[in-house]
């Protein structure tokens, strides 16, 4: 089956993505429990690319299908999970990266929408959180997309969103999306 074109993140409205969300519909990976199968021999590098034996995959339908039966486990591990096999898999910081921001609305009426590297599009809100965390090399943002898997968000989209906390007049610092607050620093 042929993959839509990707979509023009730039002109969608929020609510074409409230829609695109809403209509986009998983597998239901967390109901599959099969037997471990081994490893993937695949990971994850902080930057969103996926590797295979060592090679990155260039094939951007190939990674949407892999994200798409992508699961975390209680451990804190990852796999790759079908109704029948489940594959452990590498992942060196979050397995997605938020690369698009689209902003619509100003302090507590803001909506955030990312769009991840997969194509995913997730709008931060109560249910899909933004958490900053301090590292040695500065504040990582992190968007949470679905059951334990979050989205790194870019450094410029980090830029982006300091600014707007930064502008705004809440005491920490922080951004509002779907009527969610979100402090810069925990």
């Known amino acids: 089956m042929p993959m839509a074109p990707p979509l023009d993140f730039e002109t969608l409205t929020i609510a074409d993505i409230a829609r695109l969300a809403e209509g986009d519909r998983l597998p239901p990976v967390e109901r599959w429990h099969p037997t ?8 994850i590098a ?3 690319t996926w590797f ?3 090679s990155p995959i260039g094939r951007q339908a190939m990674v949407r299908a892999f994200s798409r039966i992508l699961r975390r486990e209680p451990d804190g591990g990852y796999v790759l999970v079908t109704p029948v096999e489940k594959l452990d898999i590498a992942v060196e910081d979050a397995p ?3 690369v698009e921001m689209k902003v619509d609305g100003d302090g507590r009426d803001a909506t955030l929408a990312f769009r991840l590297n997969t194509g995913d599009i997730v709008t931060a809100s109560a249910e899909h959180p933004l958490r900053f965390v301090e590292h040695d090399d500065g504040p990582h943002p992190y968007l949470h997309v679905r059951g334990g898997l979050e989205a790194l968000v870019a450094r410029s ?4 969103l300091a600014e ?4 705004g007049d809440d005491e920490p610092p922080g951004v509002w999306s ?5 402090p810069l620093m925990p």
């Open 164 to 167: 707007r906390a930064l502008a």
């Open 178 to 182: 779907a009527g969610a607050f979100f």
């Open 52 to 54: 295979h034996q060592g």
């Open 36 to 43: 471990h199968c081994g490893d993937s021999e695949m990971r």
């Open 157 to 160: 989209l980090y830029y982006d």
């Open 46 to 48: 902080r930057d969103g």
């Open 96 to 98: 997605f990266v938020a």
